[in-house]
T-cell receptor, first 110, second 112 residues
Framework: NAGVTQTPKFQVLKTGQSMTLQCAQD?????MSWYRQDPGMGLRLIHY???????DQGEVPNGYNVSRSTTEDFPLRLLSAAPSQTSVYFC?????????FGSGTRLTVV | GENVEQHPSTLSVQEGDSAVIKCTYS??????FPWYKQELGKRPQLIID?????GEKKDQRIAVTLNKTAKHFSLHITETQPEDSAVYFC???????????FGKGTTLSVSS
């Protein structure tokens, strides 16, 4: 039981490049979320999902896409990276004991 | 949507003192209020949570209180220790608990 797994841990992108941040959970939980963390800004909700095939926007969705084809996976896509998307990204999954976070992806866009 | 305000942004205490962090929320429909601790370079970890049908909850040196009428909740840490030094985040559930909205965090420093 690995909990919530995020890959990669670190990534450097050039402006305009695209990439997908992966998030997988093995707990068979329905609710999953993506957050970005910037200094002094706390954790801001990007997108969330309440089950396979169902997603919705959070506080800061612009520039990001998500999909949820299976219960286990909830990838976050950056279609055209911008320096403003430099951040630490966390995936979270709601279980029986609150929300569990993945270890994060540190993304730098140059 | 939900908005969560957290104060103070920084808090310095001496070892053994108590620390109190306060949060307010805007959505009266929110019913779940967790607190997370995040150490440098680590992921946020749940330390305590409270639901709207409870006014107070304690777990050893940590307690959380909730005032639904005023829409605020607080974290109380007693007998602080240097290992309590971290960033603490409050959060509130939005839209039937589908996702959490976080405050901006409080950096707690406990000096010995």
């Amino acid at each position: 039981n690995a909990g919530v797994t995020q890959t990669p841990k670190f990534q450097v992108l050039k402006t305009g490049q695209s990439m997908t941040l992966q998030c997988a959970q093995d707990m068979n939980h329905e609710y999953m979320s993506w957050y970005r963390q910037d200094p002094g800004m706390g954790l801001r909700l990007i997108h969330y999902s309440v089950g396979a095939g169902i997603t919705d926007q959070g506080e800061v969705p612009n520039g990001y896409n998500v999909s949820r084809s299976t219960t286990e996976d909830f990838p976050l896509r950056l279609l055209s990276a911008a320096p403003s998307q430099t951040s630490v990204y966390f995936c979270a999954c709601r279980g029986q004991v609150g929300y569990t976070f993945g270890s994060g992806t540190r993304l730098t866009v140059v | 949507g939900e908005n969560v305000e957290q104060h103070p942004s920084t808090l310095s205490v001496q070892e053994g003192d108590s620390a109190v962090i306060k949060c307010t929320y805007s959505d009266s429909a929110s019913n779940y209020f967790p607190w997370y601790k995040q150490e440098l370079g680590k992921r946020p970890q749940l330390i305590i949570d409270i639901r709207s049908n409870v006014g107070e909850k304690k777990d050893q040196r940590i307690a959380v209180t909730l005032n639904k009428t005023a829409k605020h909740f607080s974290l109380h840490i007693t007998e602080t220790q240097p290992e309590d030094s971290a960033v603490y985040f409050c959060a509130a559930s939005s839209q039937a608990g589908t996702a959490l909205i976080f405050g901006k965090g409080t950096t707690l420093s406990v000096s010995s």
